[in-house]
């Protein structure tokens, strides 16, 4: 099934124009992340995953007052505690979510504290229907290993495509891909999320995904560059670009519908996870676009400059 037929967009015409909405976006997201690094010590809100401390999900028998509840609780001696409403309306959940800890002897207290609270200074009837509690030391093993992980898939993917195609190609892959991860966290910071173990997971996801769409455009432009030797290395990537576009708004159509209803139906527990999908999913098919077929011309035309320029490598032609 082929959507476009003869299309023939510029796209490198509009590089400009793509450079300044990733400088847009990737700055609001850092200047955001540097407002959190200042205000509670870490570039975007972390879940309990990572700060470590204890969250106790409450099902109330009638609809919950979040100030009342909140006024128990200081009451009872719990400063800082965080309370939100949780999932949809007609449950009357409630989160609760004491502040970080640094004692590990102190989580089931905390536990236990939240629910003497609301025994004694709140008058409605209720149930803990679930209990998170990790332990600082736990959470920080976790930060760690995260962003390892992020960093290892990347690094991974760059040797891959450095001995599949060209050091260039991977290059140009690991920076799109970077862009990708970091609007998706700047997005994060913008609208005051926590990332949880589930939200990492989503980036990772991204990261291959971001990876699998460029690679497609760029096995395009080594096949072109074998049909069309005397062609400039723009046209043929415009012409990549071109040729590949029903497949990347197919599949990348479907896929962003299939999160986005997850994001709208799947309640507040995968709220995190389909939000970094949604995100990462528009940024990453535009990047495979935007950034990393244009990082090609580029290079090539630095190279030029310097008197030095290196032909890409082209496709080798099929043995029958």
């Known amino acids: 099934m082929e959507l476009f037929r003869g299309v023939n967009v510029d796209w490198l015409r509009l590089k400009w124009y793509f450079l300044g909405f990733s400088l847009i976006f990737s700055m609001a997201g850092i200047i955001s992340m540097g407002w959190h690094w200042a205000h509670i010590g870490s570039p975007v809100p972390l879940g309990v995953d990572f700060r470590g401390g204890t969250q106790v999900q409450v099902q109330f028998a009638a609809t919950p007052d979040v100030n009342k509840i909140r006024s128990a609780t200081v009451a009872a001696g719990i400063k800082d505690a965080n309370i939100q409403a949780y999932g949809e309306a007609k449950n009357n959940e409630v989160l609760i979510s004491l502040p970080e800890q640094t004692d590990e002897s102190s989580l089931d207290l905390g536990r236990q504290q939240i629910y003497d609270a609301l025994q004694a200074h709140y008058d409605n009837r ?142 507040r527990v995968l709220h995190g996870f389909s939000f970094a999908l949604v995100v990462g999913i528009l940024i990453g098919t535009y990047s495979s676009i935007a950034v990393a077929a244009p990082m090609l011309v580029a290079w090539q035309e630095w190279r030029a400059k310097r008197g030095n320029a290196v032909v890409l490598p082209a496709a080798k032609r099929a043995r029958v």
């Open 126 to 267: 209720f149930t803990v229907r679930n209990v998170q509690v990790v332990g600082p030391t736990v959470g920080r093993q976790l930060e760690k290993q995260a962003g390892l992980a992020t960093l290892y898939s990347m690094a991974g993917m760059l040797v891959y495509l450095w001995f599949r195609f060209q050091l260039i190609y991977g290059v140009a892959a690991v920076v799109a891909c970077f862009h990708d991860t970091l609007i998706t966290v700047g997005a994060f910071a913008l609208t005051g999320q926590e990332i949880s173990l589930t939200v990492i997971a989503a980036i990772l996801t991204l990261v291959g995904y971001s990876m699998n769409d460029t690679i497609v455009v760029f096995d395009r432009i080594r096949e072109n560059l074998r049909l069309s030797r005397r062609e400039s290395l723009p046209d043929v990537v415009n012409r990549s670009i071109n040729q590949t576009l029903s497949r990347t708004v197919l599949t990348s159509g479907l896929t962003f519908l299939t999160v986005l209803s997850l994001f709208i139906f799947g309640g």
